[in-house]
Nanobody, 113 residues
Framework: QVQLVESGGGLVQAGGSLLLSCGASGSTFGLPAIDWYRQAPGKQREWVAGISRLGSTNYADSVKGRFAISRDNASKTVYLQMVSLKPEDTAVYYC???????WGQGTRVTVSS
């Protein structure tokens, strides 16, 4: 059973940066494709970014140019570097291995204006 654990959330001022991490553990033959989602208060969960097993990346239009997703297969970790943060980026961020139906517990990001 694969587990995903997010970390790196916190409180930051608008314009600031945060680096989120998603670590995979448990039975896995390597790090699968990973997606980051977020859910703001009172809103539906939305897809933010994804990275394939081979490293291909995709981003939601709302974060393109500000967020960067990357992976370290050796440590089974996927990162989400977030810069130029805006108050509307405030949400709980989740990583997910969709192919395995696995989600992390989430890490909260709060961007103050």
């Amino acid at each position: 059973q694969v587990q995903l654990v997010e970390s790196g959330g916190g409180l930051v001022q608008a314009g600031g940066s945060l680096l989120l991490s998603c670590g995979a553990s448990g039975s896995t033959f390597g790090l699968p494709a990973i997606d980051w989602y977020r859910q703001a208060p009172g809103k539906q969960r939305e897809w933010v970014a994804g990275i394939s097993r081979l490293g291909s990346t995709n981003y939601a239009d709302s974060v393109k140019g500000r967020f960067a997703i990357s992976r370290d297969n050796a440590s089974k970790t996927v990162y989400l570097q977030m810069v130029s943060l805006k108050p509307e980026d405030t949400a709980v961020y989740y990583c997910s291995a969709q192919s395995l139906g696995v989600w992390g517990q989430g890490t909260r990001v709060t961007v103050s204006s």
